[in-house]
Nanobody, 121 residues
Framework: QVRVMESGGGSVQAGRSTSVSCVAS?????????MAWFRQAPGKALEGVAN?????SILYADSVKGRFSLSRDNAKLYLLMNRLTVEDTDIYYC????????????????WGRGIQVTVSS
């Protein structure tokens, strides 16, 4: 049984750092070629944050480039978020699946339930 479980996050003050991580258990190597973080605020569209493929190539959304750092250890994914702003307040979702990384949500077969990150001013 495949499970994608996020952890971390919580509440943090603007300008500080926090991290989120996830584990995609039960997946084969072929099912998690690409792993990614997406985020969504109430009433807003899902936004890709960062993704990483099996060889370690990473893409960041422009909104987080230079502030967020993504890393991966096989089926475990880590996102370190620095210099947070209130605009980073969202539910963060971990996803796994496509052979080639993409920002298209439909390409990701496996999703976590999401974890809240709240940044206060």
């Amino acid at each position: 049984q495949v499970r994608v479980m996020e952890s971390g996050g919580g509440s943090v003050q603007a300008g500080r750092s926090t991290s989120v991580s996830c584990v995609a258990s039960g997946t084969s190597d072929q099912e998690r070629f690409c792993m990614a973080w997406f985020r969504q605020a109430p009433g807003k569209a899902l936004e890709g944050v960062a993704n990483i493929d099996r060889v370690g190539s990473i893409l960041y959304a422009d909104s987080v480039k230079g502030r967020f750092s993504l890393s991966r250890d096989n089926a475990k994914l880590y996102l370190l978020m620095n210099r947070l702003t209130v605009e980073d307040t969202d539910i963060y979702y971990c996803a796994a699946g496509p052979r080639f990384c993409t920002w298209q949500r439909d390409a990701y077969r496996y999703w976590g339930r999401g974890i809240q990150v709240t940044v206060s001013s």
